[in-house]
């Protein structure tokens, strides 16, 4: 990770860009938005399965599948 992409823990969450590839692996604990909360912006709180977007980048952030099964785009990264 390097300087650019991390810059502080806040409140429990690694204040990394959610929209890079390479900051998301499978075992961290994220928060995602569903595509059926993206109206109302709410997240849900999982562990990271499988990563489901094959770009570096996504501008609304990387889609990954939880150990729930659920999908989603990432929008907080706890680590």
Do not use: A, C
Not at 28 to 48: A, E, H, N, P, Y
Request: proline share 4%; net charge positive.
């Amino acid at each position: 990770m390097d300087k650019y992409h991390y810059t502080e823990k806040i409140s429990g969450s690694l204040n990394m860009d959610g929209t890079r590839r390479s900051n998301i692996r499978p075992g961290l604990r994220v928060s995602i938005v569903l595509k059926r909360d993206q109206q109302t912006g709410k997240l849900t709180k999982g562990i990271v399965k499988d990563i489901l977007t094959n770009s570096p980048v996504h501008p609304y952030g990387i889609k990954v599948r939880l150990d729930s099964g659920e999908v989603g785009r990432v929008k907080e990264i706890f680590g």
